[in-house]
T-cell receptor, first 112, second 113 residues
């Protein structure tokens, strides 16, 4: 059974600081996704990582994937209040993309 | 272009009542999913449909049934609602092929009293 674990589950940080969210998974996969969810809202896709060593960046967020270590990271650079949200990683171990398994989510609060 | 549309957005049921959650997509995607989201547990897959005419159980299927009515629509039915089914339900679609992400509806907040 695939397990996906995020660390930390809660993160409170000051504006301007850097931090990393970790996503570990238990079964070999080369497809990992990061989503953002604002309170009371749906999930918004942030990154799709499809191979070992994949790195993607959008604004102050950068995601990477190490399939050998079964680890993905979401790095936040110089955090701003607008990044406050819950971030989920999700792993797909099928060939058809029909079985996403989500982590528990990391609730990020960026304080002014 | 609405993407993924769920109805209703909110619902309160009494224990034992039944209801159907509707999901429709205009993205021409093959795969559709139903997830439930509970605090501290991420999203858990209830049922999915890899293509029109097929459905399969996910991680937490007990107490639910689904129908893939056509390529656009995928409904989730609670035959006899229980308080443990109080949750936020999300429908999602996925084009397939392993190269794109899933797209989510706005969610249905269901409370069973």
């Amino acid at each position: 059974e695939l397990k996906v674990e995020q660390n930390p589950l809660f993160l409170s940080m000051q504006e301007g600081k850097n931090y990393t969210i970790y996503c570990n998974y238990s079964t070999t996969s080369d497809r990992l996704y990061w989503y953002r969810q604002d309170p009371g809202k749906s999930l918004e896709s942030l990154f799709v990582l499809l191979s070992n060593g994949a790195v993607k960046q959008e604004g102050r967020l950068m995601a990477s994937l190490d399939t050998k270590a079964r680890l993905s990271t979401l790095h936040i650079t110089a955090a701003v209040h607008d990044l406050s949200a819950t971030y989920f990683c999700a792993v797909d171990i099928t060939t058809s993309g029909s079985r996403l398994t989500f982590g528990e989510g990391t609730q990020l609060t960026v304080n002014p | 272009n609405a993407g993924v549309t769920q109805t209703p957005k909110f619902q309160v049921l009494k224990t034992g009542q039944s209801m159907t959650l509707q999901c429709a997509q205009d993205m021409n995607h093959n795969s559709m999913y139903w997830y439930r989201q509970d605090p501290g547990m991420g999203l858990r897959l209830i049922y999915y449909s890899a293509s029109e005419g097929t459905t399969d159980k996910g991680e937490v299927p007990n107490g639910y049934n689904v129908s893939r009515l056509n390529k656009r629509e995928f409904s989730l039915r609670l035959e006899s609602a229980a308080p443990s089914q109080t949750s936020v339900y999300f429908c999602a679609t996925y084009r397939g092929g392993g190269w794109t992400e899933a797209f989510f509806g706005q969610g249905t907040r269901l409370t069973v009293v």
